[in-house]
């Protein structure tokens, strides 16, 4: 059982900065992805970026380029969200996820395969 916790969110300015973090535990999280999604108010939920131990991150939509990074420390078994210039339709709870890639290779390709869940962060951005 993997287990995830989020943290990071907050209220942020548009324009401004925040780095979210997802602390995972649990066996063999060598063989799980961790990727970050989102939810609005009123939307469908969005995938954002995912990351494996070895890779350096991919992305779901050519949308985040320039905006959202990911990036991992295995040592403490986090994953890290970057998020820059956010804009007011950032607005959204924001969560981490596993997926297990013995079963599945490219976590972008996924978001209903992942198994384990965070129970999410709030990031608003107003002004």
């Known amino acids: 059982q993997v287990q995830l916790v989020e943290s990071g969110g907050g209220l942020v300015q548009p324009g401004g900065s925040l780095r979210l973090s997802c602390l995972a535990s649990g066996p063999t999280l060598n063989y799980y992805a961790i990727g970050w999604f989102r939810r609005a108010p009123g939307k469908e939920r969005e995938g954002l970026l995912c990351i494996t131990k070895n890779d350096g991150g991919s992305y779901y939509s050519d949308s985040w380029k320039g905006r959202f990074t990911i990036s991992r420390d295995n040592a403490k078994s986090t994953v890290y969200l970057q998020l820059n210039n956010l804009k007011p339709e950032d607005t959204a709870v924001y969560y981490c996820?596993?997926?297990?890639?013995?079963?599945?290779?490219?976590?972008?390709?996924?978001?209903?395969?992942?198994?384990?869940w965070g129970q999410g962060t709030q990031v608003t951005v107003s002004s």
């Open positions: 996820a596993a997926l297990d890639i013995t079963k599945y290779y490219y976590c972008q390709h996924y978001v209903d395969e992942y198994e384990f």
